[in-house]
């Protein structure tokens, strides 16, 4: 039977940046990514992959910001990678002010204005809107994918390969596949982004209490300007991104549709969904909202608190539960897999001291 140091279940943004923290910070690690479909192809295909620099708690600034810094290097290092930097715009109502000041990092630089763009509705004495910097925005499911090619083949990858079974066994843990195949792997870390339920984990994750969401963004179908920006309407929790590379707007808004089944869940935007967003659009942008007729559903899994999970499922700390980033696992992916790894150090030292298993 196949044996590996590390074993990571999911191949999406979370699975493949855990991946690559493992494959850096333990070298000569054995590291087997197992994905059910192809790598991306889960929540990371759909997102619309917005990265701001802000957080609600003092962990998720943190992890904002190192997540920032870290997809900075990565483009500076590869500029031909779907990272797009762009500018940034919030809108909040007035006495939302020292809360949304207080979100945001000190390097997004926020600057009061008086004016918005002439497409908005101007501001009232009810409104407030700051101009900022650190945004950026990328085709995550390309990004995935990008990020697992310059793992090969160091790291491997088992496609259209689902985890059926986990047991605890004295090397660690074995898994079992679709395939029919089974590998014992030292640790073990579930990424499975909104697929909580699967057969092989339900149990152990019940009591983390993560649950599922719906996800949709729209497209509008109206080419940005060249100097648009992100305009983030705080108070709705939603946002207007410009698609430059596609010619057209994404407008993400939260929808309040929960314990989706990701399975179950076609991909189709329903009359309900544009209903609620455009209710929003109405408000805030009402010249886009007429355009707003498409766009992409799936769903995410939240935490109970509404920072990422990344737990130890049991005692030796060999097996990892990393994700439930509450709509934020692009922008939180690369700090979720520094903590996910944080948590696996003492595997990662004893493969280190023992030059790896092979
Ligand atoms: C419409 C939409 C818009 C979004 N916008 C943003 C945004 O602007 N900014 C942001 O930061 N985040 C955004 N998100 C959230 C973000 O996309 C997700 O948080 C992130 O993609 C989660 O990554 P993941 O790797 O945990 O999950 P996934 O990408 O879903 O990867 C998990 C993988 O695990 C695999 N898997 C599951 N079970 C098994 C099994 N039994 N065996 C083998 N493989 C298995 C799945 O096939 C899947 O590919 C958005 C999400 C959606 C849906």
């Known amino acids: 039977m196949t044996h590996v140091d590390f074993a990571v279940v999911g191949g999406g943004i979370i699975g493949c940046t855990i991946a690559r923290e493992l494959a850096l910070r333990a070298p000569h690690a054995s590291v087997l990514v197992l994905e059910q479909d192809a790598v991306g192809s889960g929540a990371s295909r759909r997102s619309a992959g917005l990265h701001f620099p802000r957080g609600a708690t003092e962990r998720v600034r943190r992890m904002a910001g190192y997540s920032q810094a870290y997809y900075r290097a990565l483009l500076d290092a590869d500029p031909a990678l779907p990272i797009h930097p762009v500018p940034l715009l919030v809108v909040s109502d007035r006495a939302a002010v020292d809360q949304v000041e207080a979100a945001y990092l000190d390097e997004a630089g926020l600057s009061r204005v008086d004016a918005l763009p002439d497409w908005l509705p101007p501001l009232s004495d009810e409104t407030a809107a700051w101009t900022g910097e650190g945004c950026q925005y990328a085709d995550v499911g390309a990004l995935t994918r ?213």
């Open 146 to 358: 990008a990020l697992a090619r310059s793992l090969r083949p160091r790291t491997s990858f088992r496609e259209g390969v689902f985890v059926a079974s986990l047991d605890r066994v004295a090397s660690g843990y074995e898994l079992g596949f679709s395939t029919g195949e089974r590998v014992t792997a030292g640790s073990v870390v579930l990424a499975p982004g909104p697929w909580l339920a699967a057969p092989a984990w339900r149990e152990r994750l019940a009591p983390l209490g993560a649950r599922v969401k719906k996800v949709v963004a729209l497209h509008i179908e109206v080419p940005p300007a060249a100097e648009d920006g992100v305009v983030v309407f705080h108070d709705e929790d939603a946002f207007l991104l410009p698609l430059h590379e596609q010619r057209r707007w994404l407008f993400s808004y939260t929808s309040q549709v929960w314990d989706v089944d990701p399975d179950r869940l076609t991909g189709s935007v329903c009359a309900a969904d544009l209903a609620d967003a455009r209710e929003v659009l109405f408000a805030r942008a009402p010249r886009l909202a007429g355009s707003a007729r498409s766009g992409r559903v799936f769903c995410d899994a939240y935490s109970a608190n509404r920072e990422p999970l990344v737990r130890a499922l049991d005692e030796e700390g060999r097996l990892v539960f990393a994700g439930a980033a509450n709509g934020s696992g692009y922008r939180l992916a690369p700090a979720i897999a520094a903590e996910a790894a944080h948590l696996l150090r003492r595997a990662v030292e004893n493969v280190s001291d023992q030059g790896g298993q092979q």
